[in-house]
């Protein structure tokens, strides 16, 4: 006869759960940097982008990875997910984005098998108002970047190994020698930028043939798209970052110099 027929409870025996598996530990800024040297020999200047993010598919683990986006456009992401999906996208949400932007952010998240991160920065723009006076950006461009995108995005990057980017060389005359594989000195991290030596028109293609999600001020006149504030629209074959801190010698918020 049973325990339980006789009105025993039986003796459960405690089910030991297994831990998870504890991330990889960080590797120093000496074994990565010799990383990025020998991914730059091996890919040339003119890789294709899948064997870029396929080099760093096979030197990093995935929670050590992370891919920047603007969400001008879904390209990166999109081509780094479909090779190591479930990557972490960090978007910097300076509070001053276009309506747009928010929404292809919004889209990307939705529609990509990414992990959409909102990198805050520590002040909202009114904290930062009342702290700094209002309209940052018009009287101190440089500093309200600083404050709103290079900090914060730093803090992040600390616990990554990796980045990806979407810098291109024809963007403009700062970015025409942008190496596809490099050490990120300012951030302590590989920086790799797998579509380098596309052009505009290829990415658009690109976006086309797979149906990605675009923000459609790309295709209102502004091939750049920053904070609404220091962003206008660039006339037809000009610098597509013209009109980026239009009427200021500023060509850089920082993030890539």
């Given at each position: 006869?049973?325990?339980?027929?006789?009105?025993?409870?039986?003796?459960?025996?405690?089910?030991?759960?297994?831990?998870?598996?504890?991330?990889?530990?960080?590797?120093?800024?000496?074994?990565?940097?010799?990383?990025?040297?020998?991914?730059?020999?091996?890919?040339?200047?003119?890789?294709?982008?899948?064997?870029?993010?396929?080099?760093?598919?096979?030197?990093?683990?995935?929670?050590?990875?992370?891919?920047?986006?603007?969400?001008?456009?879904?390209?990166?992401?999109?081509?780094?997910?479909?090779?190591?999906?479930?990557?972490?996208?960090?978007?910097?949400?300076?509070?001053?984005?276009?309506?747009?932007?928010?929404?292809?952010?919004?889209?990307?998240?939705?529609?990509?098998?990414?992990?959409?991160?909102?990198?805050?920065?520590?002040?909202?723009?009114?904290?930062?108002?009342?702290?700094?006076?209002?309209?940052?950006?018009?009287?101190?461009?440089?500093?309200?970047?600083?404050?709103?995108?290079?900090?914060?995005?730093?803090?992040?990057?600390?616990?990554?190994?990796?980045w990806f980017t979407g810098v291109r060389r024809d963007e403009?005359?700062?970015?025409?020698?942008?190496?596809?594989?490099?050490?990120?000195?300012?951030?302590?991290?590989?920086?790799?930028?797998?579509?380098?030596?596309?052009?505009?028109?290829?990415?658009?293609?690109?976006?086309?043939?797979?149906?990605?999600?675009?923000?459609?001020?790309?295709?209102?006149?502004?091939?750049?798209?920053?904070?609404?504030?220091?962003?206008?629209?660039?006339?037809?074959?000009?610098?597509?970052?013209?009109?980026?801190?239009?009427?200021?010698?500023?060509?850089?918020?920082?993030?890539?110099v």
């Amino acid at each position: 006869m049973s325990k339980h027929a006789l009105g025993i409870d039986p003796v459960v025996e405690p089910v030991e759960t297994p831990a998870a598996s504890p991330a990889p530990a960080k590797r120093s800024h000496e074994e990565l940097k010799a990383l990025a040297e020998a991914g730059a020999a091996e890919l040339g200047w003119v890789a294709p982008a899948r064997d870029v993010i396929a080099w760093v598919e096979r030197n990093f683990e995935m929670p050590a990875v992370a891919v920047a986006c603007s969400m001008a456009d879904a390209v990166l992401p999109a081509l780094v997910a479909d090779q190591i999906p479930g990557v972490d996208v960090l978007f910097l949400e300076t509070g001053y984005h276009f309506a747009e932007t928010y929404a292809t952010r919004d889209e990307v998240a939705a529609n990509l098998r990414v992990n959409v991160v909102d990198v805050l920065p520590e002040n909202t723009v009114e904290q930062q108002d009342r702290l700094l006076g209002k309209d940052l950006f018009a009287r101190d461009a440089a500093q309200c970047c600083a404050l709103r995108k290079v900090a914060p995005l730093r803090r992040t990057l600390s616990g990554y190994e990796l980045w990806f980017t979407g810098v291109r060389r024809d963007e403009a005359p700062t970015r025409t020698n942008t190496p596809l594989v490099t050490w990120d000195e300012a951030n302590g991290l590989v920086k790799v930028n797998p579509v380098a030596a596309w052009t505009f028109d290829q990415l658009v293609q690109y976006s086309d043939d797979n149906l990605l999600p675009v923000n459609p001020l790309l295709s209102q006149g502004y091939p750049s798209i920053g904070c609404q504030p220091c962003t206008r629209k660039v006339a037809p074959g000009d610098d597509p970052r013209a009109g980026r801190w239009a009427g200021t010698n500023k060509t850089e918020c920082g993030l890539h110099v």
